[in-house]
Structure formats: C-alpha cells, structure tokens
C-alpha cells in the first residue's frame, strides 16, 4: 500500500505578512547528491485578498507542479494542487461552514463535503505558521492543526513538537517532529522533521514524506525528500 499521498505538507493558518518568498533545492533521501526538482513562491496581495503560488520544477525548467492557496481575511477559501504531467488534481473550495474536496487522476474521481476544521493547513501558508507559532515551540510545547489528505478526501489531525538530539540539529535552529493522531495514517507517512530557525521562524530544512512525485523505472512515485530552503 503507498503512502496514501496524504500531506500537502503541513502546517498552520497564519497572518499572510509573515510570509517569506524563498529558493529551494529538493533531493531524494536516496540519491542526495542530485537536484530533483527546485521549489520557489510568489505572493500577490489584493485588498483583501491573497493568492500564494508555489511552484517545482525539475532542474532544466520542467514544471513538475503547482500549488495555489487563496485567502480572504487571512482565511482560506481555495486551493489547487496541479500535476498537469501526471494528470492529477486536488482541490479545496470553500462553500460556506464546509469544504468541497475533491480528488481526480486519469483513473479516479472523489468528492466529499466536510465540515472546516480549526486551525486549517493549506501548503502554501506553512511558512508563516512557523513565524505565527514560533513562541509556543521555543517554550517545547506541541501544536495542533488540520490538513487535507487528497487521496481519502477528508482531513487529518496532525500535530507538531520540537525534539531533541536529532541528526539534523544545527546552531540557533530547532527541529520539529510533525506527527498524525491517527496511528495508521502515522505508520505509512513515517517520520517528518523541519528545521527551523530560532530567531524568525523561517524553514530551513525539511526532511521526510512529500507529495511530489518522482518517475522511477516509469512509475510515479512518492520517496521521502530532503529540502534546503535559501531567502530573499
């Protein structure tokens, strides 16, 4: 059974001033001395309004996907996740207390209705969830939040807690452990780590689970990555 491609990365709902527009190099844990793909963002803001787009791209320009958020009064009410390659889609909509979600390959179709839960995680607004609760991990204490999992069309409980003595500890950063509540959905997503700055919040690293796919003797597949974050 796969991964169940459940995460669209994680984190909390944030004020959008906090974001950070970023370059990344993405590596498969199996093969670190080549660049699979690379990740940047944009953030356009208007009135009220605000679309956040990350995109991935192989080394040599090849859109591997796109992921757009879009918020009202810091709230979500859209998001895409696009893999034209793959002909794979996973959408959020806002329709008033609930969500529509849906989730279609080449060979499936899913849709469900369901209640919005508190705190939300839409990929792209995970790095300012950092920035927003930055505090509450420097005092070791554990988050909460919820995300959408594409492939059950429903979403999940996570949580998120700084640990010590990790492999991937550097100076003035902390390493965060993000975990499902759910013990199976936990067995097939393995372990996640992010290693965050002290003093901003910023992601520096990520390692683990990932949605991105990765062609591997002509199937997609989903190996764990590892993420080295610059910025602006």
Not at 2 to 29: G, H
């Amino acid at each position: 059974m796969k991964k169940l491609l459940l995460i669209v990365t994680c984190l909390l709902l944030y004020p959008l001033f906090a974001d950070d527009i970023f370059y990344a190099e993405i590596y498969a844990v199996d093969n670190p001395e080549k660049i699979i793909y690379t990740h940047t963002n944009t953030v356009i803001q208007k009135g009220d309004s605000t679309i956040i787009d990350h995109f991935y791209h192989t080394p040599d320009g090849k859109e591997h996907a796109q992921d757009r958020a879009i918020l009202v009064n810091n709230k979500p009410i859209y998001n895409l996740l696009s893999f034209h390659e793959i002909g794979e889609y996973s959408t959020f909509i806002k329709n008033g207390d609930k969500a529509i979600l849906k989730f279609e390959t080449v060979d499936d179709k899913k849709e469900a209705s369901k209640e919005i839960p508190h705190p939300l995680v839409l990929t792209p607004t995970q790095q300012i969830a950092f920035k927003e609760n930055l505090d509450n991990f420097l005092k070791g204490e554990t988050v909460n939040f919820y995300l959408f999992a594409p492939e059950i069309v429903r979403f999940i409980k996570m949580r998120i807690f700084p640990i010590e003595h990790s492999e991937y500890q550097q100076e003035n950063c902390m390493v965060l452990q993000v975990k499902a509540t759910n013990a199976l959905i936990n067995l097939f997503l393995g372990d996640i780590f992010y290693v965050v700055d002290k003093d901003n919040g910023r992601i520096m690293e990520a390692h683990g689970f990932s949605t991105l796919r990765l062609k591997v003797d002509g199937e997609w597949r989903s190996p764990d990555m590892d993420i080295y974050y610059t910025y602006e």
